[in-house]
């Protein structure tokens, strides 16, 4: 439902501080109009805060915003609320929403950037050949290192729910929209540490700019909750990328030991 009240200071420090956990620098104000879909209206909001620090104070706007997550909020909840959703552009070429998959009370979240086409058409997350990469990363390192663990014990998601066209990276708008649900999602599960895969993912949590070669094997925070980023496993399927497979190998044994030693 559009936001059409003028909100509180406090309320609109949340959605900021909620924004800069996304790595959003930019908000659109829609203007309240019925029929066709409003056109996004750029506003500038100050610069952010390094990652840690309070958001400077804001002035009250009215914004169509989404609600923050409900108290007692579910995934099942969550699926609902998307529902059929056309709340952006991506809707227009998808199959199937991507919502994720896995055991929802995992204490490890992998998070990718959004849907390619396997995970278009089966509506399951990394289940062409980067999942498989993933999947044979995951199983293959906790039995290295003596864990018993299995792709069905963890959970994975992505920023974006709907497959970007041509596989493009998430434009900021609709990873805005859509992280509404990251949000939600990753609050509903709470894990004890977050993985996030790629630039996107690294840059979607952490607030941060930098590379994902200047970010992997580093941990940063969102919400409270560890985060470590490596690289996305599509780009460890190019052949060159050797020793960027042995230094993703070395970001998931920190991870699987942080969680499960
Ligand atoms: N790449 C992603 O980032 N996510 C998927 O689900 C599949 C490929």
Redesign the pocket.
């Known amino acids: 439902m559009p936001y059409t009240q003028p909100m509180d200071a406090e309320l609109l420090r949340q959605y900021l501080e909620f924004y800069q956990d996304l790595g959003i620098k930019t908000l659109y104000r829609r203007e309240a109009v019925a029929g066709p879909a409003p056109i996004p209206i750029p506003m500038d909001l100050p610069p952010l805060a390094p990652v840690g620090q309070a958001l400077p104070p804001a002035n009250p706007v009215p914004m169509d915003l989404p609600p923050l997550a409900p108290t007692g909020d579910t995934l099942l909840k969550i699926v609902e609320d998307i529902g059929d959703c056309h709340r952006c552009r991506l809707s227009e070429g998808r199959n199937k929403i991507?919502f994720g998959v896995g055991n929802p009370q995992s204490p490890l979240v992998f998070v990718?950037?959004?849907?390619?086409a396997d995970?278009d058409a089966q509506g399951i997350?990394?289940v062409?050949r980067?999942?498989q990469l993933l999947t044979q990363m995951i199983e293959g390192t906790a039995k290295k290192e003596g864990i018993e663990l299995l792709r069905k014990d963890i959970y994975i998601c992505?920023v974006v729910k709907c497959r970007p066209p041509e596989n493009r990276n998430p434009e900021p708008d609709e990873m805005e929209i859509c992280g509404q649900f990251l949000h939600r999602q990753l609050l509903a599960i709470r894990p004890k540490v977050i993985c996030a895969?790629?630039g996107v993912a690294a840059r979607a949590l952490t607030g941060h700019k930098e590379g994902v070669t200047k970010m992997r094997g580093k941990w940063f925070q969102w919400q409270e909750i560890p985060v470590m980023v490596t690289y996305?496993p599509?780009y460890l399927l190019r052949q060159y990328n050797q020793e960027a497979k042995r230094e993703a190998w070395e970001d998931l044994k920190k991870v699987l030991h942080y969680v499960y030693d």
């Open positions: 991507v990718g950037e959004g849907p390619g995970e997350p990394f062409g980067a999942g992505n895969l790629g996305h599509s």
